[in-house]
């Protein structure tokens, strides 16, 4: 079996400071996992994944995420945010075989001026 | 049209009703998904279309009823829905060899509200 948890619901930033958003996993097989991004009245869009190989992964829009197979985590940051960062963030993890995303619950990020 | 479109973007239907859901994708994908986003749970997969078969049923209840014509289309047939169903409703794209990389690409969505 496998999940995922999202630390926080909520965040929010002032605009220019970092962004970090959490994200735990729990699986029995090596995870693949991925960071998607919701705007308001939008779909789902791909930032990030990690499948093999490098453990920091960049991704668009300046995210990046580092998986951490010692502390089961993926969490998401920016160096510096942006008004337009503000979405909800959903954390997903899947694995080799399995035709199925287990998302987390989403965290909200707002972004102060 | 780009993208993954989906109609209606809002529909209010009552228990009795039947209505259909479409999804269109236009980047030549042979994978359709349906998932259901409700708020404060996480995304739910009900349905996966890869090459036209289905190969995923999340035990959703026979309310819902997919139909995938072709690998562009994909439709969610809904008949005496519950106001529970009330839901974002997002279809999905990718690659048939995508199916466990999680490199999907979503519609903006269909608003459900079930009175």
């Known amino acids: 079996a496998q999940s995922v948890t999202q630390l926080g619901s909520h965040v929010s930033v002032s605009e220019g400071a970092l962004v970090l958003l959490r994200c735990n996993y729990s699986s029995s097989v090596p995870p693949y996992l991925f960071w998607y991004v919701q705007y308001p009245n939008q779909g789902l869009q791909l930032l990030l994944k990690?499948?093999?190989?490098?453990?920091l992964v960049k991704g668009i829009n300046g995210f990046e995420a580092e998986f951490k197979k010692s502390e089961t985590s993926f969490h998401l940051t920016k160096p510096s945010a942006h008004m337009s960062d503000a979405a909800e963030y959903f954390c997903?993890?899947?694995?080799?075989?399995?035709?199925?995303?287990?998302f987390g619950t989403g965290t909200r990020l707002t972004i102060i001026p | 049209e780009t993208g993954v479109t989906q109609t209606p973007r809002h529909l209010v239907m009552g228990m009795t009703n039947k209505k259909s859901l479409k999804c269109e994708q236009h980047?030549?994908?042979?994978?359709m998904y349906w998932y259901k986003q409700s708020a404060k749970k996480p995304l739910e997969l009900m349905f996966v279309y890869s090459l036209e078969e289905r190969v995923e049923n999340n035990s959703v209840p026979s309310r819902f009823s997919p139909e995938c014509p072709n690998s562009s289309h994909l439709f969610l047939h809904l008949h005496t829905l519950q106001p529970e169903d009330s839901a974002l409703y997002l279809c999905?794209?990718?690659?048939?060899?995508?199916?466990?990389?999680?490199?999907?690409?979503f519609g903006e969505g269909s608003r459900l509200t079930v009175l």
């Open positions: 999905a794209s990718s690659q048939e060899k995508d199916l466990n990389t999680g490199e999907l690409f």
């Open positions: 980047l030549g994908h042979n994978a």
């Open positions: 990690y499948t093999t190989g490098a453990t």
């Open positions: 997903a993890v899947s694995y080799f075989g399995n035709e199925k995303l287990t």
